[in-house]
């Protein structure tokens, strides 16, 4: 059966089939291969209908900007270290991120509360915004899974494909594909994403983390964060972003 019709088979059933393919880790893989299948989406469409309101925008297109970078590194140093490996892996996967920018203001950015307390991307500001103290609030491994999130949501806008999530389920998948992209990120790093340390910080992003402001608008789809845990150790396994395919949400990721 070709791979599209074997998808959409089994979509039917609720469960998306990976397509046989060439993984730069894994070689060759026959379609659904028993420990090789992506992980089920079922749980996470249910879940995302049990949204009661979508408050999500779908931001606007960012133009060109520099490399990833982390600024204002001097504000401190140690949480700049956190996360420059991280910086860095992702600018050299994905072209033209935003900066990553340290703030000890972090409640007042891209238009102040509810959001997170910890990092925003601001597609207005064209910026990630980390929380300075952040060496203080979580260790390395889970400061370095936010970034790499947060940056995967700028590589799924720069590619056009968040501007496709306009309903709960692709708003979901969105999500769901963001922690994809950061295990991919992650995969050239030094953090494990089966570190618990990152499997907790899934759970920072239940607020409102990403958008253009106000960024309180963004509120992201609930999910559990065991669903969210598969797509991340499934994007850190395959190492490449055009495995991150999640649901109807295509992974073409310029290079
Ligand atoms: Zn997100």
């Not at 789809?221 to 395919?245: K, S």
Request: hydrophobic share 45%; charged share 20%.
């Amino acid at each position: 059966m070709p791979a599209s019709m074997k998808a959409k088979a089994a979509r039917g059933r609720g469960v998306w089939s990976m397509r046989a393919g060439t993984t730069r880790r894994g070689g060759r893989q026959a379609a659904c291969r028993a420990g090789a299948a992506r992980p089920s989406v079922g749980r996470m469409i249910r879940a995302a209908l049990l949204v009661l309101s979508c408050l999500a925008a779908v931001p606007a297109a960012v133009p060109v900007a520099a490399a990833a970078q982390v600024q204002m590194a001097a504000v401190n140093p140690k949480s700049a270290r956190m996360v420059e490996a991280t910086v860095r892996a992702a600018g050299r996967l994905f072209p033209n991120l935003p900066a990553v920018r340290l703030t000890s203001a972090i409640g007042r950015v891209c238009g102040g509360p509810p959001a997170s307390e910890l990092v925003r991307y601001c597609t207005s500001a064209n910026l990630v915004y980390l929380a300075a103290d952040i060496d203080q609030r979580l260790s390395e491994p889970a400061a370095a899974y936010l970034v790499a999130h947060q940056l995967g949501h700028a590589a799924q806008l720069r590619a056009g494909i968040a501007a496709r999530a306009d309903t709960p389920e692709l708003r979901a998948a969105l999500e769901l594909q963001a922690d994809c992209l950061a295990g991919v990120i992650l995969s050239s790093t030094e953090t494990t994403a089966s570190d618990p340390a990152v499997r907790a910080a899934t759970d920072h992003l239940t607020a409102p983390h990403w958008g253009a402001e106000p960024i309180e608008n963004g509120r992201p789809e609930p999910l559990p964060p065991t669903i969210r845990g598969e797509w991340l150790q499934w994007g850190y396994r395959e190492a490449d972003a055009g495995r991150c395919e999640v649901g109807d949400l295509p992974a073409a990721f310029d290079r």
